[in-house]
């Protein structure tokens, strides 16, 4: 039986949001082929964007953040009510996830909130009249990056 994936507080899908797709390819960083690989971005100091393989396991123990040198989110932004912890789990230990512009994690509450994917906006709709609010909320646009707090399970987004 295979390996269930390993459980994300910020990032509850990463298969429905597409940053995690099954895969063949050998992990860099435990050179083990564990069926799935991460889809998303890498950054990097040194140069903007570290291309590897890298499976979800070495995602969630730190191991790929630490080889790499990079984090999967931006550490920058960050409102100053949320944990110095949280960020470090957000940028370093949770997958993380392309949009058009640099992507933005977003809080509430003083926490993370969880990223639920990009939306358009009839995937908005399924996921009832909060997430549509919040998305007009957020401007103008055809799609938008969805989060969700954990806390008190508002819905925010921003138009990628
Ligand atoms: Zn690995
Ligand atoms: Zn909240």
Redesign the pocket.
Known sequence: MATPLPTFRYHPDPLATGSIVKSDAE?E??C?V?GYRYTGPAFSQVVDEVEAV??P??IDDGS?AESLEATFAEPEGWDDDVRLDVIDEVCLRTPGFHSSKRPQWLDHHGDAAEYLGRHTREQLATRGPDAVQAAKEAGEGDTYVLFRCTDCSEFLAYVD
Do not use: H, Q
């Open positions: 992990c960083i435990c083990a564990r890298v499976c396991w070495c790929a």
